[in-house]
């Protein structure tokens, strides 16, 4: 079939006032794309301009690898003196349940979308949304946590500094809320060579936390009596082997964040470089590093969760884990003083404090990256969330509220951290079992399911155990939904299409009646036999006291998704009963793709198209909700007012006539 294509429709745009105005909404040129947005990720990047896995895995290892800062003090609380053997649960559920589950995320979702892109695949119209925007609270409960926490931890580094102890006590509060303000000043400013500084910032702080590692490890091995005493402790409060693997699976859940930072690993996927012959439709290059980023990052990872969780145990005394204690939320840091002198503890403090504040800029590209790839297409946010700075404002405006409400506390936020974090790798781990399932892999989905229950299992006991962190979820998805809805509402009556097709018959018939007077039927398809289509004309024909001698073409639109909000529109035309020309379209609302054709009709011909209606019965209040959830409802009066908001120009715009 042969198509005329033109670009996307001309938009009013907001005008730009002012040179403020115009610098914060920079990247709205973008609006209207197929599936466009701005962002740290907004696209995937060219091949050339690509990076090599192991350099891109260091962004996402600012996350993922930083919380090492606290990981190790957290496990202590929550485990004890069977902090080792619950970390090694912990490392056996990354590597044979976490790491299989984003591989093939990453197989399933090669452009940076993730694991709730597969799932939105799934579903469609309104539950399919809703389902999403629970998801994008939990993700951003992960990734805005992240910021606080992040940046909390790393407060408590300088705190707690023996050199800055005395000026900077109870100076928490303060010194996190500048740094949740610095990382959002970046962002305003551009957040630009970002893999470049993630490469060094991680290179130094996993080479630091090698030396601490060896020297720790130096001292369990010469002190002999360390992990005699340690076991000793631990036969007497546990018993025997099987009663302290039972209980280290029973506090499992409680050491959940340690698996943070695969969400972020499948979203940096678009910087990955991938083969010269890779293609956006299938990368397998970048799928295949992607694969190999995900296992080295898991396995440094679960080799110093391992390390360090030993030694953090067997050297720090358990008070010093303790709210007020030293070691509470920065162990290593504890054991670098010790054992290795305050000057090698503060490099380590800075290293430890520049890689937790770059986490939470990992965290907010990520949130950049997650938002606008799905609240804009959905009609769901404001015009502007399109744009990066506007958001970025918004975050750090969010990320002060959280820090205020968590007063800086990073135990106080694990739990809200864990949540989120669980909740999406259970929601990936549903989506490969049902890609699996779909592909007829029966032992992969076998595996995969097991893999679920086991996350489904951490989800819930953590949600037990520590309900605030799905209430600090719960207030997220409220405030997701409440706002998109709003916005949704707020946007009606914007012109959605981004770009209307024609076939060959289709614009014969435009060009055609553009040599009289182009006169259009908006007409509801019911039978469509000849009776009501002759039925129809001559209604029209009475209602508006139009001359016999003019002839109408029909319009006929078939509503999909109504729950879409913006997509492009292809126009087929055929002719029923060998007289009456009729355009078929199908979108996800009525009125705007009647708007659109028109449009776009004016456009083509440069002649003022007319279309005729005829009122719709019903309550406007009950119409107005069917056009909202539907598509449908008050057809007439709703493309007068989408035509009169896409042209405030009266004189170009397209004639509405209502019989």
């Known amino acids: 079939m042969a198509t005329t294509e033109q670009p996307p429709l001309n938009r009013t745009e ?32 060219p091949p050339h301009k690509g990076r090599r896995w192991w350099r891109v895995m260091c962004l996402t290892g600012v996350d993922y690898f930083s919380t090492l800062g606290y990981q190790p003090g957290i496990a202590a609380l929550a485990a004890g003196l069977l902090s080792p053997v619950a970390t090694i649960v912990l490392v056996i559920v990354t590597l044979a349940g976490a790491l299989p589950v984003y591989r093939r995320v990453a197989e399933e979702s090669p452009h940076g979308e993730g694991s709730i892109a597969m799932l939105e695949r799934l579903l469609s119209f309104w539950q399919g949304k809703l389902f999403v925007l629970t998801l994008l609270g939990f993700a951003a409960t992960d990734f805005l946590i992240t910021i606080t926490l ?41 957040f630009l060579e970002a893999i470049g500084v993630a490469v060094a910032l991680v290179g130094a702080y996993l080479a630091l936390n090698v030396v ?49 930072g695969f969400e972020t690993g499948v979203a940096v996927m678009p910087h990955v470089k991938g083969d010269p012959d890779d293609t956006e439709e299938r990368p397998a290059g970048r799928i295949r590093d992607t694969k190999k980023l995900l296992t080295t990052a898991a396995l440094v990872m679960s ?19 303790e709210p007020g204690g030293q070691a509470n939320g920065r162990a290593l840091a504890y054991l670098a003083h010790d054992y290795l002198g305050n000057t090698f503890g503060t490099v380590y403090d800075a290293s430890t404090i520049a890689i937790l504040w770059f986490a939470g800029a990992s965290a907010m590209a990520g949130l950049l990256n997650l938002m606008p790839r799905y609240l804009p297409r959905y009609g769901m946010a404001p015009h502007w969330a399109r744009a990066v700075r506007p958001m970025v404002i918004v975050f750090t405006l969010i990320a002060f509220l959280v820090t205020w409400i968590f007063d800086a506390d990073v135990n106080a936020q694990g739990g809200a951290y864990a949540t989120g974090v669980l909740v999406l790798i259970s929601s990936a781990a549903i989506a490969v079992t049902i890609a699996a399932r ?49 916005s949704r509402l707020a946007r009606s009556f914007e012109l959605r299409v981004t770009g209307v097709t024609l076939d060959d018959m289709a614009e014969r018939f435009i060009r055609d009646v553009a040599s009289r007077r182009m006169r259009f039927i908006a007409n509801e398809p019911d039978r469509r036999d000849i009776a009501e289509y002759r039925d129809k004309i001559e209604q029209i024909r009475h209602d508006n006291d139009v001359p016999g001698q003019e002839d109408f073409v ?79 409802g008050e057809v007439a009066p709703v493309t007068r007012e989408v035509l009169r908001e896409a042209e405030p120009d009266r004189k170009r715009r397209p004639k509405v006539h209502v019989g």
């Not at 973008?30 to 962002?39: Q, S, V």
């Not at 080799?303 to 358990?318: A, C, N, V």
């Not at 989905?445 to 037990?464: C, R």
């Open 150 to 190: 992040s940046a909390a931890d790393a407060s408590t580094h300088l705190v707690e500094n023996p050199h800055l102890t005395g000026v900077l006590h109870d100076k928490q509060m303060l010194i996190t809320l500048v740094l949740v303000a610095l990382l959002g000043a970046v962002f305003l400013k551009g």
């Open 303 to 321: 080799g110093f969760l391992i390390t360090t969780s030993f030694i953090t145990t067997l050297l720090i005394p358990e008070k010093e884990f």
């Open 438 to 486: 779909k592909a007829r892999q029966r032992n992969w989905t076998v595996a995969f399911a097991v893999i679920s229950a086991v996350f489904l299992y951490t989800t819930v006991a953590n949600v037990i155990e520590r309900p605030d962190g799905v209430k600090i979820g719960a207030c997220f998805i409220a405030g997701i939904i409440l706002v998109s809805l709003a």
């Open 212 to 260: 601490v590692v060896v020297v720790g490890v130096y001292h369990v091995v010469t002190t002999g009596h360390v992990v005699t005493d340690w076991a000793g402790a631990l036969t007497t409060q546990h018993g025997n082997v099987l009663v302290m693997i039972g209980v280290a699976l029973l506090v499992f859940p409680k050491l959940a964040l340690g698996l943070s």
């Open 14 to 45: 907001p005008s730009a006032s002012g040179r403020l105005r115009a610098w914060m909404l920079e990247g709205l040129s973008d609006m209207g794309k197929g599936g466009g947005h701005t962002g740290p990720h907004a696209a995937p990047e």
């Open 554 to 632: 029909f319009v006929e639109v078939t509503v999909t998704d109504p729950s879409e909000f913006e997509a492009g529109l292809t126009v087929r035309g055929e002719v029923l009963h060998d007289r009456y020309r009729v355009l078929t379209l199908e979108s996800s609302s009525v009125p705007n793709a009647l708007a659109a054709l028109l449009l776009y009709a004016r456009d083509m011909t440069g002649r003022t198209p007319h279309i005729y209606f005829e009122w719709t019965e019903g309550g406007p209040f009950a119409n107005l909700l069917r056009f909202f959830l539907f598509g449908q």
